[in-house]
Protein backbone atom coordinates (compact mmCIF):
# COMPACT_ATOMS: atom_id res chain seq x y z
CA UNK A 1 0.00 0.00 0.00
CA UNK A 2 1.49 3.38 -0.97
CA UNK A 3 1.46 6.18 1.83
CA UNK A 4 2.83 9.51 1.31
CA UNK A 5 3.78 11.81 4.45
CA UNK A 6 4.48 15.58 4.66
CA UNK A 7 6.19 17.18 7.18
CA UNK A 8 7.73 20.73 8.27
CA UNK A 9 7.17 23.77 9.88
CA UNK A 10 3.07 24.46 10.49
CA UNK A 11 4.04 28.52 10.78
CA UNK A 12 6.19 30.24 8.24
CA UNK A 13 7.07 34.18 8.82
CA UNK A 14 5.61 36.46 5.90
CA UNK A 15 8.66 36.82 3.24
CA UNK A 16 10.47 33.81 4.61
CA UNK A 17 10.56 29.79 2.52
CA UNK A 18 8.10 27.48 3.08
CA UNK A 19 9.65 24.15 3.37
CA UNK A 20 7.91 20.74 3.44
CA UNK A 21 9.12 17.24 2.78
CA UNK A 22 7.05 13.87 1.71
CA UNK A 23 8.38 10.83 2.58
CA UNK A 24 6.85 7.83 0.52
CA UNK A 25 6.57 4.40 0.97
CA UNK A 26 5.28 1.40 -0.52
CA UNK A 27 6.77 2.35 -3.82
CA UNK A 28 9.44 4.08 -5.41
CA UNK A 29 10.21 7.77 -6.25
CA UNK A 30 11.38 6.47 -9.28
CA UNK A 31 8.65 5.93 -11.42
CA UNK A 32 5.56 8.19 -11.64
CA UNK A 33 4.72 11.92 -11.22
CA UNK A 34 5.13 12.95 -7.57
CA UNK A 35 2.95 16.72 -7.02
CA UNK A 36 2.39 18.83 -4.24
CA UNK A 37 -0.98 20.11 -4.10
CA UNK A 38 -2.53 22.73 -1.72
CA UNK A 39 -5.90 24.31 -0.35
CA UNK A 40 -6.27 27.45 1.65
CA UNK A 41 -8.61 26.86 4.38
CA UNK A 42 -12.60 26.54 3.48
CA UNK A 43 -11.08 27.29 -0.42
CA UNK A 44 -10.43 24.64 -3.74
CA UNK A 45 -7.85 22.56 -4.11
CA UNK A 46 -4.71 24.17 -6.31
CA UNK A 47 -1.80 22.55 -8.23
CA UNK A 48 1.77 23.46 -7.09
CA UNK A 49 3.86 21.76 -9.40
CA UNK A 50 4.91 18.18 -9.95
CA UNK A 51 8.35 16.30 -10.41
CA UNK A 52 8.99 12.99 -12.96
CA UNK A 53 11.13 10.08 -11.83
CA UNK A 54 13.40 11.27 -14.29
CA UNK A 55 13.84 14.63 -12.43
CA UNK A 56 11.83 17.13 -14.50
CA UNK A 57 9.86 19.25 -12.78
CA UNK A 58 6.59 21.82 -14.27
CA UNK A 59 5.13 24.53 -11.87
CA UNK A 60 1.77 26.10 -11.79
CA UNK A 61 2.19 29.42 -13.74
CA UNK A 62 1.07 31.39 -10.92
CA UNK A 63 3.37 30.28 -8.60
CA UNK A 64 6.53 29.38 -11.07
CA UNK A 65 8.35 32.46 -9.51
CA UNK A 66 8.24 31.40 -6.39
CA UNK A 67 8.21 27.41 -6.31
CA UNK A 68 11.15 24.22 -6.38
CA UNK A 69 10.38 20.71 -6.52
CA UNK A 70 13.08 18.13 -5.87
CA UNK A 71 13.49 14.67 -5.44
CA UNK A 72 16.19 12.85 -2.52
CA UNK A 73 15.79 9.12 -4.25
CA UNK A 74 18.32 7.75 -1.61
CA UNK A 75 15.39 8.94 1.16
CA UNK A 76 12.63 8.26 -1.06
CA UNK A 77 11.78 11.35 -0.51
CA UNK A 78 10.45 14.97 -2.85
CA UNK A 79 10.41 18.32 -1.33
CA UNK A 80 8.65 21.80 -2.00
CA UNK A 81 10.06 25.25 -1.30
CA UNK A 82 8.36 28.14 -1.70
CA UNK A 83 10.25 31.27 -1.17
CA UNK A 84 8.51 34.91 -0.19
CA UNK A 85 5.03 33.34 1.05
CA UNK A 86 2.90 35.71 2.40
CA UNK A 87 -0.76 35.55 4.27
CA UNK A 88 -2.34 34.04 1.19
CA UNK A 89 -0.24 30.85 1.30
CA UNK A 90 -1.85 29.99 4.43
CA UNK A 91 -3.14 26.39 3.53
CA UNK A 92 -3.36 22.86 3.81
CA UNK A 93 -0.43 21.06 1.97
CA UNK A 94 -0.90 18.10 0.37
CA UNK A 95 1.99 15.74 -1.49
CA UNK A 96 0.47 13.18 -3.82
CA UNK A 97 1.00 10.23 -6.48
CA UNK A 98 -0.37 10.82 -10.09
CA UNK A 99 -0.49 8.01 -12.14
CA UNK A 100 -3.77 7.78 -14.01
CA UNK A 101 -5.23 10.72 -12.01
CA UNK A 102 -3.98 11.52 -8.24
CA UNK A 103 -4.07 7.80 -6.88
CA UNK A 104 -2.25 8.53 -3.81
CA UNK A 105 -2.76 11.04 -1.25
CA UNK A 106 -0.91 12.12 2.19
CA UNK A 107 -3.28 12.98 5.10
CA UNK A 108 -1.83 16.84 4.40
CA UNK A 109 -0.39 19.19 6.36
CA UNK A 110 -1.32 22.83 7.71
CA UNK A 111 0.94 25.88 6.68
CA UNK A 112 0.15 29.20 8.55
CA UNK A 113 1.65 32.14 7.56
CA UNK A 114 2.05 34.64 10.19
CA UNK A 115 4.45 36.64 12.09
CA UNK B 1 -12.20 32.15 -10.73
CA UNK B 2 -11.61 28.41 -11.92
CA UNK B 3 -10.48 27.40 -15.42
CA UNK B 4 -12.89 24.14 -14.60
CA UNK B 5 -16.23 25.12 -13.56
CA UNK B 6 -18.62 23.69 -11.36
CA UNK B 7 -21.55 24.64 -9.66
CA UNK B 8 -21.02 25.24 -6.03
CA UNK B 9 -23.89 23.24 -4.70
CA UNK B 10 -26.32 20.14 -5.32
CA UNK B 11 -28.60 18.25 -3.33
CA UNK B 12 -31.03 15.39 -4.00
CA UNK B 13 -32.90 12.99 -1.09
CA UNK B 14 -31.29 9.50 -0.51
CA UNK B 15 -32.33 7.38 -2.77
CA UNK B 16 -31.89 10.00 -5.58
CA UNK B 17 -29.62 10.45 -8.77
CA UNK B 18 -27.03 13.71 -9.28
CA UNK B 19 -25.08 15.11 -11.18
CA UNK B 20 -22.66 17.30 -11.13
CA UNK B 21 -20.93 19.15 -14.46
CA UNK B 22 -17.59 20.35 -15.26
CA UNK B 23 -17.49 22.67 -18.01
CA UNK B 24 -14.38 23.76 -19.83
CA UNK B 25 -13.16 24.79 -23.21
CA UNK B 26 -11.22 24.06 -26.00
CA UNK B 27 -7.46 24.41 -24.22
CA UNK B 28 -8.82 21.62 -21.69
CA UNK B 29 -11.52 19.06 -21.63
CA UNK B 30 -12.51 20.07 -24.98
CA UNK B 31 -8.51 18.76 -26.52
CA UNK B 32 -8.88 15.39 -25.18
CA UNK B 33 -7.11 16.03 -22.19
CA UNK B 34 -8.73 13.00 -19.21
CA UNK B 35 -10.91 14.49 -16.66
CA UNK B 36 -10.33 13.23 -12.91
CA UNK B 37 -13.18 13.49 -10.28
CA UNK B 38 -12.34 13.81 -6.57
CA UNK B 39 -14.21 13.35 -3.42
CA UNK B 40 -13.38 15.17 -0.08
CA UNK B 41 -15.15 14.54 3.19
CA UNK B 42 -15.13 16.64 5.65
CA UNK B 43 -11.78 16.68 7.34
CA UNK B 44 -10.03 14.24 4.70
CA UNK B 45 -7.84 14.42 1.82
CA UNK B 46 -9.43 14.24 -1.55
CA UNK B 47 -9.97 10.42 -2.73
CA UNK B 48 -9.67 9.73 -6.39
CA UNK B 49 -13.42 8.54 -7.76
CA UNK B 50 -13.16 8.83 -11.26
CA UNK B 51 -10.16 8.83 -13.67
CA UNK B 52 -9.45 8.85 -17.40
CA UNK B 53 -13.52 10.35 -17.40
CA UNK B 54 -14.86 7.32 -16.94
CA UNK B 55 -12.86 4.87 -14.68
CA UNK B 56 -13.58 3.69 -11.12
CA UNK B 57 -10.81 2.60 -9.14
CA UNK B 58 -10.56 -0.31 -6.88
CA UNK B 59 -13.39 0.02 -4.05
CA UNK B 60 -15.50 2.98 -5.51
CA UNK B 61 -18.80 1.52 -5.92
CA UNK B 62 -19.96 1.32 -9.03
CA UNK B 63 -22.98 3.80 -8.07
CA UNK B 64 -20.42 6.70 -9.31
CA UNK B 65 -19.72 7.34 -12.93
CA UNK B 66 -17.93 9.49 -15.24
CA UNK B 67 -18.95 11.56 -18.58
CA UNK B 68 -17.39 13.42 -20.97
CA UNK B 69 -18.46 15.17 -24.14
CA UNK B 70 -17.19 18.15 -26.12
CA UNK B 71 -15.96 20.86 -23.65
CA UNK B 72 -17.80 19.21 -20.39
CA UNK B 73 -17.42 16.03 -18.37
CA UNK B 74 -20.12 15.14 -15.79
CA UNK B 75 -20.18 13.05 -12.10
CA UNK B 76 -23.58 11.18 -11.53
CA UNK B 77 -23.88 9.23 -8.75
CA UNK B 78 -26.92 7.22 -8.35
CA UNK B 79 -28.75 5.76 -5.13
CA UNK B 80 -27.61 8.52 -3.38
CA UNK B 81 -26.63 8.09 0.46
CA UNK B 82 -25.96 10.10 3.33
CA UNK B 83 -22.30 8.71 3.34
CA UNK B 84 -21.98 10.47 0.00
CA UNK B 85 -22.25 14.07 1.44
CA UNK B 86 -18.92 15.76 0.58
CA UNK B 87 -16.66 18.43 -2.11
CA UNK B 88 -16.01 16.97 -5.06
CA UNK B 89 -13.47 17.91 -7.50
CA UNK B 90 -13.02 17.77 -11.27
CA UNK B 91 -9.35 17.95 -12.66
CA UNK B 92 -7.88 17.92 -16.08
CA UNK B 93 -4.90 19.40 -17.66
CA UNK B 94 -4.94 23.44 -19.83
CA UNK B 95 -2.74 23.15 -22.74
CA UNK B 96 -2.92 27.12 -22.76
CA UNK B 97 -1.36 27.30 -19.04
CA UNK B 98 0.77 24.30 -19.65
CA UNK B 99 -0.86 23.38 -15.55
CA UNK B 100 -3.14 20.88 -14.36
CA UNK B 101 -6.35 22.35 -13.03
CA UNK B 102 -8.96 21.84 -10.87
CA UNK B 103 -12.84 22.89 -10.78
CA UNK B 104 -14.15 25.15 -8.07
CA UNK B 105 -15.53 22.44 -6.39
CA UNK B 106 -19.14 20.97 -5.86
CA UNK B 107 -20.27 20.59 -2.03
CA UNK B 108 -22.90 18.25 -2.09
CA UNK B 109 -25.61 17.81 0.56
CA UNK B 110 -27.73 15.04 1.06
CA UNK B 111 -31.36 16.06 2.09
Known amino acids: QVQLQESGPGLVKPSETLSLNCTVSGDSINSYYWSWIRQPPGKGLEWIGYIYYSGSTNYNPSLKSRVTISADTSKNQFSLKLSSVTAADTAVYYC?????????WGQGTLVTVSS | QSVLTQPPSVSGAPGQRITISCTGS?????????VHWYQQLPGAAPKLLIY???NRPSGVPDRFSGSKSGTSASLAISGLQAEDEADYYC???????????FGGGTKLTVL
Open chain 2, 52 to 54: GNI
Open chain 2, 91 to 101: QSYDSSLSAWV
Open chain 1, 96 to 104: ARVSSGIDY
Open chain 2, 26 to 34: SSNIGAAYD
